[in-house]
Each structure stands twice: as C-alpha cells, then as structure tokens.
C-alpha cells in the first residue's frame, strides 16, 4: 500500500471518528495491515496526525491554487467555492476541513505542531478569501474576509458534531449575504 492511501484512509476514519477515538492500531486494524508496517512511517498517533494533517493542508492548497486559475469562474464564485465541494463531501460522508478545527482544540497549546499546523491552514483560507475581496474592491477586505471565516469556521465546527448537510446550505448563504453587503457597501448603497 502507498503512504498516500493510507494517509487517505487515515483522514476518513478521522472525519468520521475524530481526534480522540482513530489510533495506529486502529488504522493497521481497518488496512489489515500489520502495525509495525505504519510505525515505520509514523512512530506515534501524534506523528500520524500531523502527517495527515500536512497532507489534507497540501491538497487543501493545491485545490485553492487551481480553483483561483480556473478562468472559466468569476471571483465570487471562486469564494463560494468551498461550499460546493463541501457539500458533495459531505454526501459522500467525509468532512474536509473539520480536521483543521478539531485539530486546534484537540491540541490548544498554540505552541503545539497540529496547533501550529491546523492554525497555518486557517491562515491561508482566510488569505485566500481576503484576497479575492481585494480583487471584487470589497468594502473593508480583511473584516469581509474575517466575517466569512468565521461563518465557514463555524460550518466546520457544527459538521464535527451533527454531519448535517444542511447545515452547508446555511453557511453558504451566510457567505453569500456577507459578500453581497460588502459589495453594496462598496458601491454606497447602505451609505
């Protein structure tokens, strides 16, 4: 098995599972593999999460770094984005970026690696967001970008909890009213 698989099949039983249930011996037990065969790659749970962790973040990133040249979308759609692809994992019982959030309360020492790893992401997202304001000339970007995090952040963290699809559908309509004020802001309309 390549590391890639089994870093795939680690992520799903930690979207489905959570931080404190998936264990090496539970992996090697789900991947019918032996558990020595994992430690050689992941000495510990903690050196498994982070390795996961890195790789959700590297495909997490490489999907924002297409996404924002995909010229066939305009700004705003690359900002709602997310909320399609979260919706289509979500049906397909997988919760990305969950991980992110749980991560940093699972580990809230802020000094802690998965802290700092999980943190890092959030960083970028919000990035990401505030730079597309930047381009639509948004009233006040980063407070927009702020807004919109806050709302997906919290998206996330419901989705760990409940797995309710619905609960997509709201944040992403959350997402789009903040967007549509800051664009009438923008244009004086609530002057």
Known sequence: M????????????????????????????????????LQ????DREALLHDCLRYHADQVDNWRGLLLKDESLDTQQ????????LDHQVRQQRYPGCLFV????????TGH???QLAEQQKQASLTYTRDLLTELEADDPTMVAQQM????????????????????????????????????????ALS
């Open 2 to 37: 390549q590391r890639e698989d089994i870093l795939d099949h680690a992520l799903n039983l930690l979207e489905i599972k959570g931080f404190t249930l998936v264990s090496l011996e539970m992996l090697a037990e789900e991947l019918s593999l032996p558990i020595a065969q």
């Open 40 to 43: 050689a790659f992941w000495p």
């Open 78 to 85: 690359k900002l709602l984005a997310r909320y399609q692809v």
């Open 102 to 109: 749980a991560a940093c309360s699972f580990y809230p020492d």
């Open 113 to 115: 690696p998965i802290h």
């Open 149 to 188: 995090e806050l709302v997906l952040e919290g998206c996330l963290s419901k989705l760990l909890v409940k797995h309710q699809l619905q609960d997509v559908a709201v944040a992403r309509r959350l997402a789009e009213d903040i967007l549509r004020l800051a664009l009438c802001r923008k244009n004086g």
